[in-house]
């Protein structure tokens, strides 16, 4: 039911059950927001999208209240502006002083508010008991002095990872973000998952940097740095440097890591190409026994930190294939070794990733009876953006690099991973094979596929119905499991992936992405499988080589050793 | 006549007066009941309030002493502990009714003084001393030369329908509440009216709901009754947490069956099942009080399912609020019953529309709720015929502070403000000035001698920028010191603000550091110190305008009330403090100024050892000094001298 | 896992939110504190994160972490006490007790806290200990008071 109201002295159109805002971002009037997160249902917890209503006292938020027939609206009005600087100048107020030092210098979205209002002067001073950083965890560094209480990271961990590793302590003034008794992120349920990063309008919430490792490396003769990349930094380093075209990007990025002095750059697709061939392998059994399904997906990290610590019934059913990023830092050291001539415990991997889990998951592996480590360091695409800019890198003068090094091969099922649901399509197609001897078709999974948390899909494959459900959002997860201990028998394979709609949206990734922006690096993904010739795992000449010459058959790693891995449920604390 | 009473008795007050339409008795019915609410007595009858400010004045020692009395003197007589009929500075009270004889009622009656008191009264004496005064009755006879209550300044202007049986009956028994018409008007209700005629009913009295939003408590139910839902709730909200105001608790520790029926009705009229009464937990004396009154509901058939046989089920559950004064606000306390922290939500949606659980819930206060089974009994032009044109009925009022007389009253709208404060109050005492009235508790306004005039009422307040709150009212005379004051109630808002959004979390705790900054005394005296007090008053006024414009809920919204109106009506105490760093009242203790008097001190050096800045210089037996710019008027040293040679000014 | 807890779950049902404040008040009651390992249970009772629970407890007055005194005392703030001279009273009893109003001292005898209008405000300025009201109480009446406490402990 449509109406008209009068904002600013315009008559314009209103819809019932739109808010305020609605209408007025419908209509190009901007407000500015603080703890307003797309998607979620408005609080108003930071009053600064006020406006003046005719008729009703104080200002109203327009982020929650709904639009009403009579409505006289004004949105910048002295009033209105003048409340809106009191309410940030009350934020400085409390704040550090430490602009210039701090990792958000020039991203904050404090900042960015302070230029907006003109605020030239810290009116009021305030009194802050002095807090410690919490730096236990090995993915994400909290300094609860930089917080300004937005709570978006809270929403996010409660209603979107369903963990709540953080909460509110305290009240008024007091409040704190924390955890029970104070103690680190690290003891507790905190997955690592980084979306909390993502969403944090100041620096009080950054990621555990190893760019400092990584340029130590860089510089010690000794050493050979390589790098190896996820499916998603190609986008990630277009959007941020604007640059067209996603097929010479991913030979410009080559390019610029080469630069940046890595010896060898590796495209980690191809490590999951060899994961795909591994799981599938673990599935066809488990369909001829009937046991341990629903089989579940364990290439992330923050998902099986979750099975670890909250569910480890679900243990037995997580996939014991390790995840690309591990398989191939293991790859590369051995290849390197034979190849190079160097020693294990001089190449040194970086593996960039969208995702800042997997800066624990680096820790997890070793080479066996060493100190080796699969992977060194793990940087973020924040953190190799951030690094891109340290030396120097022009990308207008570079020259796209052809792809010259072993494991360049790769099928587009292993480029999906970055996408929730490209895991699960690549896997089936891959499993199809195995278990008929014929190829999927058509490939494409429509089911699987588009900006959703949650995509279910019944495949024929043989004389069989397999059921797929792939959920991201760690809280999606566990209604899922919720259902299938509610008495849900029938699926065979479940895709979890704790950052919602995939890695593509991970906590290493980007900030401020919104719906368009996912949906461009969706596209990109959807396009390369599009024109793509190898599009299947088991079609990828590099990987049947390698089970031909040094693997034998998929799923045969009975030491444990290089694919797959034992699961182990963590201590009670 | 104690709680347990028969059940023959029960089921004879519900048949012939629960039930009576009329509210004509035989004979020998009107003779029961007149035994039942003690009218009539067949031996004396011993009335002890024992509301919890009765307790603390000593009066459960009171009851120990008339129980001793009792025994040893051989006298047979029923003890009756009943709640507070409104006189707290004047408990413990004690009252006496001999068979025949009006009731006396005795004030101060502590444990000391009970064996002369009930002597007296025995003996057909009576004391000088103590009496307040005499309950008159139609068919007592009076004791000669004894005041009759109704004409004490403190009961004559006072109109009590809420309170008509705090004081007087029993809490802990129903048959009292009962033998005066209790229940009669849920049984009226549940039997003949719909819920939409309730609500008609409740709107046409313009009945105003009594925790200072003062929206039409008919119209608020209306609307809960008109979404559809499977599950809706009644809310009675008794969470009072405004220092200085104790109504609720006097309420439900004296008459708890009125707050029960109200509820009913309300439930019924909204289409709830069930209902929450959320009381602070450490109300203990009220809670028991009011577990057992619904037990005894419950077993008469007025809680529970198919009441009075028409269909109509209703569980009523007490919740206990976990101490936050936020949650008083009802957004907050909804969020506080669903098991989470006690944190206010945006309105709208109200939560008649969607509150507890995502159901439509009507919060009322407990107030407004006791003004209902009146309401349906007489009929809405009655209650109309009470107030003013536009706040009808009375307000229960708790005045406190430097008073002759404090406690809890109930008032007809329209009362004059100077009227509660002359007469109820009796004026201010030990001979001070009044200064100001502060109305509406810690977000509240000071209401200078000036604007005394205006009467008690939703408009007639607010033209004087003032609202009636839930009912506190505190007196101050000219030894309070405003600066002070405004600052101790921005400190009490700022512990117990929510901390959601940014205004009151933020907003409050500027105001409460310039606040400080203006009472304290600073390090060093420097001019630009001075200017910086005097920013931080301008401050004052820029925040408090932001914090009222763009808080979330009302505890925001009102935070900067009495600094404000401080700020209007003194600003030249503030000045005072500012440029003259000086507390003419005497309470901001860091401004006050030592001195020694040097024909007193003899060199004992006492203070120059304690004083923690060492700011006292002095030989042994030679008079000492204090250094002025080195003091910070702690106090430790007048505290210590023990030849008074310091004072201060 | 102790009765009291055993009790309480079978009283609240598992999974219900809303009966996250009464067990903790019950507790909080019988026990005079919450510790790591009761929130850790309530939480997997009610199924909820146990940092939300914490927050929960957090919140409130009535929930304590660390047990008052053998003998609480409570100096009413309220506004009739405040003007009845409560705070010079607070000041006293700390200086008295050697203790800052929200603390316990290293003894755990005594616990000291300032706390919010009583309703007895026509006797103020009122202290309770342990419970038991002294209206229009001075500061002489108090250290009498302590002073005999402290003796009978000795």
């Not at chain 1, 004389?463 to 566990?478: D, E, P, R, T, Y």
């Not at chain 2, 706040?391 to 007389?405: A, F, P």
Request: charged residues 25%; glycine residues 10%.
């Amino acid at each position: 039911m449509q109406f008209e109201i009068e904002v600013n002295d315009e008559h314009v159109i209103a819809r019932r059950g739109e808010t305020i805002k609605n209408v007025l971002d419908r209509i190009g009037v901007k407000v500015p927001t603080l703890c307003h997160i797309n998607g979620f249902t408005p609080t108003g917890n930071c009053r600064l999208c006020v406006v003046e209503v005719d008729g009703l006292p104080g200002l109203v938020p327009s982020c929650s209240h709904p639009v009403e027939e009579w409505m006289k609206i004004r949105t910048h009005t002295p009033r209105v502006l003048k409340a809106r600087k009191t309410l940030v100048e009350l934020l400085l107020a409390g704040h550090p002083n430490d602009c210039l030092y701090c990792e958000k210098n020039g991203r904050c979205e404090l900042q960015e508010l302070s230029y907006e209002m003109q605020i030239r002067e810290r009116k009021y001073q305030s009194r802050r008991i002095p807090v410690q950083i919490d730096k236990a965890c090995p993915s994400i560094e909290r300094d609860p002095a930089k917080c300004i209480l937005c709570e978006r990271c809270i929403r996010v961990c409660n209603e979107m990872i369903g963990v709540g590793a953080i909460e509110i302590i305290g009240r008024g003034s007091e409040s704190r973000i924390g955890t029970t008794y104070n103690k680190g992120l690290n003891t507790n349920a905190c997955v690592k998952c980084g979306q909390c990063i993502t969403v944090c309008p100041t620096g009080a919430l950054i990621e555990k940097t190893a760019i400092h490792t990584v340029l130590e490396a860089l510089n010690n003769p000794r050493l050979y740095p390589v790098v190896q990349f996820s499916p998603t930094l190609p986008a990630a380093i277009a959007e941020e440097f604007n640059l067209k075209s996603t097929k010479d990007v991913l030979n410009i990025v080559r390019a610029a890591m080469k630069k940046m002095g890595f010896r060898q750059v590796f495209d980690i697709s191809m490590a999951a190409d060899l994961t795909l061939m591994e799981e599938a392998a673990e599935i066809a059994e488990r369909i001829r026994t009937q046991e341990g399904l629903p089989f579940f997906t364990s290439c992330c990290p923050s998902w099986v930190r979750y099975v670890e610590e909250l569910k480890p019934v679900y243990l037995s059913s997580l996939s014991t294939t390790r995840s690309p990023q591990q398989i191939m830092g293991r790859m590369i050291k051995q290849y390197i070794t034979t190849s190079a001539g160097q020693k294990a415990e001089d190449v040194f991997v970086v593996s960039a990733m969208p995702c800042t889990a997997k800066k624990e998951e680096a820790g997890k592996d070793f080479i066996k009876d060493t100190q080796v480590p699969f992977v060194d360091a793990v940087l973020t695409n924040r953190e190799i953006i951030k690094l891109i800019h340290l030396m120097g890198i022009d990308f207008s003068f570079l020259e796209p690099e052809p792809e010259d090094s072993a494991f360049s091969i790769r099928s587009s099922s292993g480029k999906l991973f970055g996408m929730a649901g490209g895991h699960l399509e690549g896997l089936i197609r891959t499993l199809h094979f195995q278990m008929t001897g014929q190829e999927m078709n058509p490939l494409k999974i429509q089911d699987l596929r588009g900006l959703k948390t949650r995509k279910e899909a019944r495949i024929k494959i043989g004389k069989q119905i397999i059921n797929v459900v792939s959920v991201s959002g760690l809280a999606h997860a566990k209604h899922l499991l919720e259902e299938i201990e509610a008495g849900r028998r029938e699926i065979h394979i479940v895709e979890v992936m704790a950052c919602p709609y995939g890695c593509l949206n991970g906590g290493g990734q980007r900030q401020g992405a919104d719906e368009k922006s996912l949906k461009s690096r969706m596209k990109i993904l959807y396009d390369i499988d599009e024109e793509e010739i190898i599009k299947a795992a088991h079609k990828n000449p590099t990987i049947t080589g390698l089970y031909e010459n040094f693997l034998g058959k998929p799923n045969n790693d009975r030491d444990r050793e290089f694919l797959h891995v034992s699961r182990v449920a963590r201590q009670e604390k | 006549m104690t709680g347990s009473g028969t059940p023959k008795l029960t089921e004879f007050l519900v048949e012939k007066v629960v039930k009576n339409y009329s509210g004509i008795y035989d004979k020998s019915t009107a003779e029961l009941l007149s035994r039942v609410r003690r009218e009539k007595l067949s031996q004396p009858a011993i009335f002890i309030g024992m509301g919890s400010c009765g307790i603390t004045a000593g009066a459960d020692k009171t009851l120990k002493a008339v129980e001793t009395y009792l025994t040893e003197n051989k006298i047979k007589a029923d003890i009756i502990k009943v709640g507070c009929m409104g006189l707290c500075s004047a408990e413990p009270l004690l009252d006496v009714q001999l068979p025949g004889k009006t009731r006396l009622s005795f004030a101060n009656a502590t444990a000391g003084k009970v064996d002369d008191l009930l002597n007296s009264v025995f003996h057909h004496t009576l004391p000088h001393d103590n009496i307040l005064g005499q309950y008159r009755f139609h068919g007592h006879e009076e004791w000669p030369g004894i005041t009759s209550l109704e004409e004490l300044p403190f009961f004559g202007l006072q109109y009590r329908m809420v309170l008509k049986n705090t004081g007087i009956i029993s809490p802990e028994d129903i048959h009292d509440y009962l033998a005066r018409g209790g229940y009669k008007s849920l049984f009226k209700t549940v039997l003949n009216y719909t819920p939409e005629k309730v609500c008609e009913i409740v709107e046409q009295s313009e009945l105003r709901g009594r925790a200072g939003g003062g929206y039409l408590t008919g119209r608020k139910w209306l609307v809960a009754l008109e979404t559809g839902s499977d599950q809706k709730y009644l809310i009675c909200n008794a969470d009072e947490s405004d220092p200085g105001a104790y109504m609720d608790r006097t309420l439900l520790e004296g008459d708890p069956h009125r707050v029960i029926e109200g509820i009913a009705i309300a439930a019924y009229a909204i289409g709830a099942k069930k209902a929450y009464i959320y009381l602070r937990s450490d109300y203990k004396r009220a809670i028991v009080i009011l577990r057992d009154a619904i037990r005894q509901a419950r077993e008469c058939g007025f809680l529970g399912e198919n009441i009075f046989g028409s269909g109509f089920n209703l569980t009523v559950q007490i919740s206990q609020g976990a101490g936050a004064f936020v949650c008083g606000e009802e957004t907050a306390l909804i969020a506080s019953l669903e098991g989470g922290r006690g944190i206010p939500r945006e309105k709208p949606p109200f939560p008649a529309e969607k509150g507890l659980l995502g159901r439509p819930t009507v919060v009322n206060n407990i107030e407004t709720l006791a003004n209902v089974p009146a309401i349906l009994e007489n009929g809405p032009a009655w209650f109309k015929a009470i107030g003013t044109k536009t706040s009808k009925g009375t307000k229960v009022i708790c005045i406190s502070g430097k008073g002759v007389r404090t406690g809890v009253v109930e008032v007809p709208m329209g009362t004059r403000l100077i009227d509660i404060v002359n007469t109820l109050a009796g004026g201010i005492k030990n001979g001070k000035q009044l200064k100001a009235v502060l109305l509406g508790g810690p977000s509240g306004v000071f209401v200078p001698p000036q604007d005394l005039e205006t009467e008690i009422g939703f408009d007639t307040l607010q033209e004087i920028g003032a609202g009636i709150g839930i009912g506190g009212m505190v007196l101050l005379d000219e030894e309070t010191c405003m600066v002070s004051l405004s600052k101790y109630f921005m400190e009490f808002l700022q512990k117990e603000s929510c901390g959601k959004c940014i205004p009151c979390r933020e907003g409050t705790k500027r105001m409460l550091e310039i606040l400080e900054g203006i009472t304290r005394r600073p390090r060093e005296e420097s001019s630009h110190e001075t200017l910086e007090r005097f920013k931080g008053v301008v401050q004052l006024e820029n925040l408090a305008e932001v914090i009222r414009d763009t808080s979330l809920c009302g505890l925001g919204q009102n935070a900067p009330g009495p600094v404000l109106s401080s700020l209007k009506w003194f600003r030249e105490e503030y000045e005072e403090h500012i440029f003259d760093r000086r507390c003419a009242a005497g309470v901001c203790h860091d401004l006050r100024t030592f001195f020694i008097d040097v024909d007193l001190c003899n060199g004992c050096n006492i203070c120059q050892r304690k004083c923690p800045e060492n700011a006292i210089i002095g030989t042994v037996k030679m008079p000492h000094f204090i250094i002025e710019n080195k003091c910070t008027g702690c106090g430790i040293c007048f505290d210590s001298c023990k030849f008074n040679a310091i004072y201060f000014k | 896992m102790e009765q009291l807890l055993l009790d309480l779950f079978s009283k609240y049902p598992a999974g219900k939110k809303e009966g996250l404040i009464p067990i903790l008040q019950e507790i909080q009651e019988e026990k005079g504190s919450l510790t790591g390992e009761i929130l850790t249970a309530v939480a997997q009772h009610l199924e909820l994160p146990v940092n939300k629970v914490y927050g929960v407890a957090a919140f409130y007055n009535q929930f304590l972490f660390r047990p008052h005194g053998a003998f609480h005392i409570q100096v009413c703030d309220g506004t009739g006490c405040h003007l009845g001279g409560s705070v010079s009273l607070l000041t006293a009893v700390e200086k008295f007790l050697k203790i800052k109003a929200g603390n316990t001292s290293r003894d755990g005898q005594f616990s000291l806290e300032a706390v919010p209008c009583m309703g007895a405000c026509d006797q103020s300025p009122v202290i309770s200990i342990n419970g038991e009201r002294y209206p229009r109480i001075n500061e002489e009446e108090l250290r009498k008071i302590i002073g005999v406490i402290k003796e009978k402990k000795v």
